[in-house]
C-alpha cells in the first residue's frame, strides 16, 4: 500500500503552501460548517429609515470562509407598487472568478409584490466546499410597501455564535462570592436569609466566612433556592457558589 504524504498547514516548508481553503476548512472545523454571525464589533446589527437600511461592522463565517465588514454599510430599498407589499433579502454575497480571486459584499434580493401576503425572495445558495463559485447567506428580510420600508427583521439563518469563553463559564461555572446578614427571621433558633440558586447542586454553594465567627451553614429549600443559617441576628455571612443572585 502507498503511503500519502499529509500536508503540515501550519508548518514551515520553504515555499508557500497555505490557501484559503486551507484557512476555511480549519474555521469550519473549529466554528461549525454552515454560516454564522460573530459575536464581534457591532455584529452586522440593522436600522433603517426611509428606504435606506444602514448595517453596521462586524463579522461572519460562511462555510469556513471568514467575511468581515469593516464600516457601515447603506442600503437603498425601491418602493413596492401602489397598493403592493414586497419582501426582499439582504444577503452577504460570496463569489469566486475564475481566477480564484474571492470576494464578498452586501447585496439585495428583490422579492415579488403582492396586494396580500408577499412570501419572501428565493434564494441561491452555493456548496464553497465542494466548488461553488458562489453564496448568498441571507441576513435580513424586508417588508416595503409604496411608502418605504415598513419593517427590517432578522433572517432565521441569524445566527450569533458565543465565543468560547462563553461556552467554558456555562460548563464549568464561574464562582461568585455573596455576602448577606442573616435578618431577625427564626426557623428552629436559626436566623436565616434566602437567595437564589440558579444550580440545583448542594455542591455549588458553600460557605467561606461569617463575621462573628459563629456556626453558619447552607442548605438547599427549594429546587432553585437556598438559604444560609446562623445561630445570631445580623450577622454577615459570606457564601461562594455557582451564578448565584440574591
Not at 39 to 48: H, N, P
Not at 141 to 170: C, K, T, W
Amino acid at each position: 500500500m502507498a503511503n500519502c504524504d499529509a500536508h503540515v498547514v501550519t508548518g514551515h516548508q520553504g515555499t508557500p503552501h497555505v490557501s484559503a481553503s486551507d484557512a476555511g476548512f480549519f474555521n469550519a472545523g473549529v466554528v461549525g460548517l454552515e454560516r454564522y454571525v460573530l459575536g464581534t464589533s457591532e455584529k452586522l446589527r440593522a436600522e433603517f429609515s426611509g428606504n435606506t437600511v444602514t448595517i453596521y461592522p462586524g463579522d461572519l463565517v460562511d462555510q469556513g470562509r471568514h467575511i468581515n465588514l469593516p464600516e457601515i454599510s447603506t442600503i437603498y430599498i425601491e418602493n413596492a407598487p401602489a397598493g403592493y407589499t414586497r419582501y426582499d433579502a439582504i444577503v452577504m454575497h460570496y463569489a469566486r472568478d475564475l481566477e480564484g480571486v474571492e470576494t464578498a459584499q452586501l447585496q439585495v434580493i428583490q422579492g415579488t409584490p403582492s396586494q396580500s401576503d408577499p412570501e419572501y425572495p428565493t434564494i441561491s445558495i452555493g456548496d464553497i466546499y465542494s466548488g461553488d463559485v458562489f453564496d448568498n447567506y441571507e441576513l435580513y428580510y424586508v417588508l416595503a410597501n409604496e411608502a418605504g420600508i415598513v419593517s427590517v427583521s432578522r433572517s432565521s439563518a441569524f445566527i450569533v455564535l458565543s465565543p468560547l469563553s462563553d461556552i467554558h463559564g456555562a460548563l464549568v461555572g464561574n464562582y461568585v462570592d455573596l455576602s448577606m446578614a442573616t435578618g431577625s427571621t427564626q426557623y428552629a433558633g436559626w436566623y436565616y436569609a434566602d437567595f437564589i440558586l440558579p444550580r440545583n447542586d448542594p455542591s455549588a454553594i458553600s460557605v467561606v466566612g461569617v463575621s462573628s465567627n459563629r456556626p453558619a451553614f447552607v442548605q438547599l429549600v427549594n429546587r432553585g433556592q437556598a438559604r444560609v443559617y446562623c445561630n445570631q441576628a445580623n450577622v454577615t455571612v459570606t457564601i461562594r457558589c455557582l451564578y448565584c443572585t440574591l
